[in-house]
């Protein structure tokens, strides 16, 4: 199974699946995580169904996807959550030392919670036009649409999303940079 050095996690082999890209070691296209995802499918609902998978074999299909070019709306099968301005810091505020990337999988903070709780919310990064940039480095400051990665936790962020909410992409422990909402899009919606 052939596998690259920026996606060790996802093979191609003619013989498997019909040389679809897949989980090394395993059958399971990334199609197949992207499906159940977009289905509704907690990460924790996937590896329950599938113990033989990880969290960072599921977040290893969405990066590979999202290298590929696939907007997140096709990934998840449904429109945006939410859209923010944002502002990464540089590195003298504690920032990255090299550029971030379209597909990078920075969870995010609340500015407003109490307790110092992450979130699986990905980041889709914009042009001023509303399209997902291409692969590749993105501005330090721009629009990006917000994907609550976990729909069992959606009403958990209705509680707490609004105009003006602002918050933290996170890195770890590290802030990497600030958000705020500009608009709540699919968030208010039950998903199908």
Same mark, same amino acid.
């Given at each position: 199974?052939?596998?690259?050095?920026?996606?060790?996690?996802? /093979? @191609?082999?003619?013989? =498997? $699946?019909?040389?679809?890209?897949?989980?090394?070691? &395993?059958?399971?296209?990334?199609?197949?995580?992207?499906?159940?995802?977009?289905?509704?499918?907690?990460?924790?609902?996937?590896?329950?169904?599938?113990?033989?998978?990880?969290?960072?074999?599921?977040?290893?299909?969405?990066?590979?996807?999202?290298?590929?070019?696939?907007?997140?709306?096709?990934?998840?099968?449904?429109?945006?959550?939410?859209?923010?301005?944002?502002?990464?810091?540089?590195?003298?505020?504690?920032?990255?030392?090299?550029?971030?990337?379209? /597909? @990078?999988?920075?969870? =995010? $903070?609340?500015?407003?919670?109490?307790?110092?709780? &992450?979130?699986?919310?990905?980041?889709?990064?914009?042009?001023?036009?509303?399209?997902?940039?291409?692969?590749?480095?993105?501005?330090?400051?721009?629009?990006?649409?917000?994907?609550?990665?976990?729909?069992?936790?959606?009403?958990?962020?209705?509680?707490?999303?609004?105009?003006?909410?602002?918050?933290?992409?996170?890195?770890?422990?590290?802030?990497?940079?600030?958000?705020?909402?500009?608009?709540?899009?699919?968030?208010?919606?039950?998903?199908?």
């Amino acid at each position: 199974m052939l596998s690259s050095a920026a996606h060790p996690l996802i /093979g @191609i082999d003619p013989e =498997i $699946r019909f040389g679809r890209a897949c989980l090394v070691g &395993t059958r399971i296209s990334v199609n197949d995580v992207l499906g159940w995802l977009g289905s509704g499918m907690s990460v924790d609902d996937i590896i329950a169904d599938f113990p033989e998978l990880t969290a960072t074999q599921i977040e290893a299909a969405c990066a590979y996807a999202a290298d590929c070019g696939t907007p997140y709306t096709e990934i998840f099968g449904r429109e945006a959550d939410f859209r923010v301005t944002y502002r990464l810091f540089t590195t003298e505020e504690g920032g990255r030392n090299t550029p971030a990337y379209q /597909g @990078i999988r920075w969870d =995010i $903070r609340y500015a407003e919670e109490d307790r110092s709780h &992450t979130w699986m919310v990905y980041p889709e990064f914009i042009d001023p036009d509303g399209f997902p940039i291409p692969n590749g480095p993105f501005a330090p400051m721009g629009r990006a649409n917000m994907f609550v990665l976990n729909p069992d936790l959606r009403s958990v962020h209705r509680q707490l999303i609004c105009l003006g909410t602002r918050g933290y992409f996170m890195e770890g422990s590290r802030r990497m940079g600030v958000w705020e909402v500009a608009e709540v899009l699919g968030l208010r919606q039950e998903l199908q």
